[in-house]
């Protein structure tokens, strides 16, 4: 998985032209931002910089990240009797601009200041290829310090570029994500209330709702958000979850929810991992990813579209506990679900109320058992059997035996149900499985 995930399964394979998939993407360079083809722009959205297609990398990053609204509220006065450049029906209140000012003004600040003077390049683009180094090749705070400090003395007297990483994380912070930290304490062995908690764990936890309003907010997804609704879909051919009948049948069972084609659709990943490896010490690490299927194939398995959630952080199994973990992520998702955030759509320049579902999870046996409270050992540990199953115990070894459980999926005119010999001696399937 961890091969896949870093270096794809085919060189070169960013365009899933073989699943199905018209060409979507392209220019992907450890120089430069991917490219999008097909990169909407929104009618009348214009900044200091230009329209969308104007910018360079860093400024698109800055915007991506901003969000129309930003723009939407700090432009100059319209000439009278021209169009406004708020969505149809929409006002500046309609958008969360409380603060946004003097949160952001810094950064577009940086993106127009040269890293020196005559320089073309900018000081945020200086400072977010070292931090991307940085990611990459694992550098400490340290190394970081004393590269930022040898460029210092490289460049000219009136460069901008910070001196070391606490001030380069002052000036990206607001680019980045919220992160809460949720403290857990150890419980007290008396009841005191003057007696001073002591911290457990502490479990940082990545707000979903921002990034999938990014995911509309940039003109590189935005259009490609309800790609799910306007793709063909061949007959007896299923090159993503859309094309199933599992999607059809929810949107038969919720049709609201799916009547707002920007609605998004998700999947939960939960799996653990020993991050010392199988001789270091013992810890275990639990991530929690989140993916959205409204993108196509060619994107949605990218590793830019797995949000990272939280990483449950215990030095054993979290076992039964994990849902005392997914409690944040169970209630931001019941948000989106019944409720909804406002959000802004760069390629229709509107703005939408948009909710999300969860609509599948990925895990495997061990990890289903602890996360949807079903019990995955003994002989009813299949979810879909349940109590009707046909596994049994070992006779001498009392372990459970799944040996000649899957026959009874067959059709009822095969011949293996009939075999008396390569299974269960003497014993033909006649039942039917009982599917959900």
Not at 35 to 59: F, H, I, K, S
Not at 274 to 298: D, E, F, K, M
Not at 334 to 346: E, M, N, P, R, S
Not at 410 to 434: G, S, T, V, W
Request: charge should be neutral.
């Amino acid at each position: 998985m961890y091969d896949i995930c870093m270096k794809g399964f085919v060189d070169g394979y960013y365009n899933w032209t073989a699943h199905g998939e018209a060409q979507v993407l392209e220019n992907y360079d450890d120089q430069s931002a991917p490219v999008c083809l097909e990169t909407p722009v929104a009618p009348g959205m214009r900044t200091q910089w230009g329209g969308y297609e104007q910018m360079n990398w860093d400024q698109r990053m800055v915007y991506d990240t901003i969000g129309p609204q930003f723009f939407l509220t700090h432009q100059e006065p319209e000439a009278e009797g021209a169009s406004s450049s708020f969505p149809a029906g929409a006002s500046s209140y309609d958008y969360d601009v409380s603060g946004l000012s003097e949160r952001f003004f810094d950064v577009v600040q940086a993106v127009d200041q040269p890293l020196y003077s005559g320089c073309d390049q900018s000081q945020l683009a200086a400072v977010a290829r070292l931090v991307k180094i940085k990611a990459e090749h694992n550098m400490s705070e340290r190394c970081y310090d004393h590269v930022s400090q040898w460029a210092s003395d490289l460049l000219p007297r009136d460069h901008t570029l910070p001196s070391n990483y606490y001030n380069t994380k002052k000036m990206i912070r607001d680019l980045g994500l919220p992160v809460e930290k949720i403290h857990a304490y150890k419980p007290a062995r008396d009841r005191n209330p003057r007696r001073k908690k002591f911290p457990y764990v502490v479990l940082r936890y990545l707000p979903l709702t921002p990034r999938l309003q990014r995911l509309y907010a940039s003109p590189a997804t935005a259009e490609h958000m309800t790609w799910h609704a306007s793709h063909v879909t061949e007959e007896d051919f299923m090159c993503h979850p859309s094309d199933a009948e599992a999607w059809r049948h929810f949107d038969r069972t919720h049709p609201n929810f799916a009547l707002e084609r920007r609605n998004i659709r998700l999947g939960l990943c939960i799996d653990g991992f020993a991050p010392h490896g199988q001789y270091g010490r013992t810890y275990s690490c639990w991530p929690v990813i989140i993916t959205p299927y409204n993108l196509p194939p060619g994107m949605c398995m990218k590793s830019e579209y797995m949000f990272l959630t939280m990483v449950i952080p215990d030095p054993s199994n979290p076992k039964r506990l994990i849902d005392v973990y997914l409690q944040p992520l169970i209630d931001e998702l019941l948000q989106l679900w019944h409720v909804g955030v406002q959000t802004h759509d760069y390629a229709t320049n509107q703005a939408f109320m948009m909710r999300a579902a969860l609509m599948w999870t990925v895990n495997d046996l061990p990890a289903y058992g602890m996360a949807f409270g079903w019990s995955t050992a003994g002989i009813m540990g299949c979810p879909i059997c349940m109590d009707d199953t046909s596994a049994f115990y070992l006779q001498h070894g009392r372990k459970a035996c799944y040996f000649d459980c899957h026959r009874w999926f067959l059709p009822q005119d095969h011949p293996y149900r009939r075999n008396k010999k390569a299974f269960i001696k003497n014993r033909q399937e006649r039942n039917i499985a009982r599917l959900g």
